[in-house]
């Protein structure tokens, strides 16, 4: 059984920084790419920024300078450190992995419960 958890969410005013984790557990064999997805109200799900397992990055025009994703392979975490953040932020921030179980060549996505990020003055 696999778990991904995310944290870290909250209200924040205009400007400020936030940072959000998430960490994927039970019986993995291996974790490929690991993004940050975010969805508004009335909206559709959204990518935010992306990682693969060898560190490279993607990231919507819109976090560009802004947003920066990193992980620690070690321990199965990704970050999302959010800087300057603005109303248009607001959403529930979803994590997700792209991963192997043990005794399968197939690939899945599990996803995180979703954590809410308020920016508002």
């Known amino acids: 059984q696999v778990h991904v958890v995310e944290s870290g969410g909250g209200l924040v005013q205009p400007g400020g920084s936030l940072t959000l984790s998430c960490t994927a557990s039970?019986?993995?064999?291996?974790?490929?790419?690991m993004g940050w997805y975010r969805q508004a109200p009335g909206k559709e799900r959204e990518l935010v920024a992306a990682?693969?397992?060898?560190?490279?990055?993607n990231y919507a025009d819109s976090v560009k300078g802004r947003f920066t994703i990193s992980r620690d392979n070690a321990k199965n975490t990704v970050t999302l450190q959010m800087n300057s953040l603005k109303p248009e932020d607001t959403a529930v921030y979803y994590c997700?992995?792209?991963?192997?179980?043990?005794?399968?060549?197939?690939?899945?996505?599990?996803w995180g419960q979703g954590t809410q990020v308020t920016v508002s003055s």
């Open positions: 039970g019986t993995i064999r291996s974790i490929n790419d």
């Open positions: 990682i693969t397992s060898g560190s490279s990055t």
């Open positions: 997700n992995a792209r991963l192997k179980l043990p005794g399968s060549r197939y690939e899945y996505g599990y």
